[in-house]
């Protein structure tokens, strides 16, 4: 499984981004997705996580309601869709792929990983 995040970049407080995640494998609705961020000087902190084709989602508290993820599974890509950015969400953002079967929010429950793609939040 390879993962290509993309769609990073600088904006400013208030603004969006959305940021996509290719993935190259077989069968993309037998993984569960996470998206993950690591800010400066900081541990990597889960963001968002989906499961493969049931819709079940779950976010971290910060985030909620301003980030959404999704995934086309026909394209191969989880998206996360980010709304009202805070200079607190600087960070390297990296996707993430899971194969158990249930949906989780630690980074070490996840196989495989993208290389990150850089979101700057200026204030």
């Known amino acids: 499984v390879q993962l290509q995040a993309y769609g990073g970049g600088l904006v400013q407080a208030g603004d969006y981004l959305r940021l996509s995640c290719a993935a190259s494998?077989?069968?993309?609705?037998?993984?569960?997705m996470g998206w993950f961020r690591r800010a400066p000087g900081k541990e990597r902190e889960f963001v968002a996580a989906i499961s493969g084709s049931t819709g079940r989602i779950f976010y971290t508290d910060s985030v909620k309601g301003r980030f959404t993820i999704s995934r086309d599974n026909a394209k191969n890509t989880v998206y996360l869709q980010m709304n009202s950015l805070k200079p607190e969400d600087t960070a390297v953002y990296y996707c993430?792929?899971?194969?158990?079967?249930?949906?989780?929010?630690?980074?070490?429950?996840?196989?495989?990983w993208g290389q990150g793609t850089l979101v700057t939040v200026s204030s």
């Open positions: 993430a792929a899971r194969s158990a079967p249930w949906v989780a929010t630690r980074p070490n429950e996840y196989n495989y």
């Open positions: 494998v077989g069968t993309f609705s037998m993984y569960r």
